[in-house]
T-cell receptor
């Protein structure tokens, strides 16, 4: 069964450094998402992406964040200047077909630790 | 803004009993409501979902009900087993945004 994959599984960085989190969505999916989950808290929506542009973003997704689909398979989340409070698990998800009702499949996550 | 509330935050049941988790959402435009189970350190796993044109859906021991007028939906797990212990999240989709509830930590006591 196809799965969403994410790399790395764990990223440790110094405050102020840039990080890029990578995701490979399910191959025939058209909609891509990033979420984050601070330890012990709920899953928070960051951004959705369709047709090579952002379709929705949350208040969390400020100018420090950007997303890109650099080729036909990868979907990346970049944090330009990391803060301590960016430490969290970041999940990528993808869905196919109709955006409004389709099922999202989550990747295994990247644990980001900012020191 | 969009919001999803979820109750209770923790739930402890005896093995074999039923568990019910309730959620409410704020935006009447939402028309897709998934439920996720998350075990410690793992990704959220979809266990069941319901769309707004359906009032109830069942999959073996799991059922979900939706009341669009009242903007609430519920998860029912019957004959609970220890392996059902996890955090359960409800969610509601608002256009291209999926908003999660705060989660319910379910413990099934053998």
């Amino acid at each position: 069964e196809p799965e969403v994959t994410q790399t790395p599984s764990h990223q440790v960085t110094q405050m102020g450094q840039e990080v890029i989190l990578r995701c490979v969505p399910i191959s025939n999916h058209l909609y891509f998402y990033w979420y984050r989950q601070i330890l012990g808290q709920k899953v928070e929506f960051l951004v959705s992406f369709y047709n090579n542009e952002i379709s929705e973003k949350s208040e969390i997704f400020d100018d420090q964040f950007s997303v890109e689909r650099p080729d036909g398979s990868n979907f990346t989340l970049k944090i330009r200047s990391t803060k301590l409070e960016d430490s969290a698990m970041y999940f990528c998800a993808s869905s196919g077909g109709q955006a409004v009702t389709d099922t999202q499949y989550f990747g295994p996550g990247t644990r980001l630790t900012v020191l | 803004g969009e919001n999803v509330e979820q109750h209770p935050s923790t739930l402890s049941v005896q093995e074999g009993d039923s568990a019910v988790i309730k959620c409410t959402y704020s935006d009447s435009a939402s028309n897709y409501f998934p439920w996720y189970k998350q075990e410690l350190g793992k990704r959220p796993q979809l266990i069941i979902d319901i769309r707004s044109n359906v009032g109830e859906k069942k999959d073996q021991r799991i059922a979900v009900t939706l009341n669009k007028t009242a903007k609430h939906f519920s998860l029912h797990i019957t004959e609970t087993q220890p392996e059902d212990s996890a955090v359960y999240f409800c969610a509601a989709r608002f256009y291209d945004k999926v908003i999660f509830g705060p989660g319910t930590s379910l413990s099934v006591i053998p």
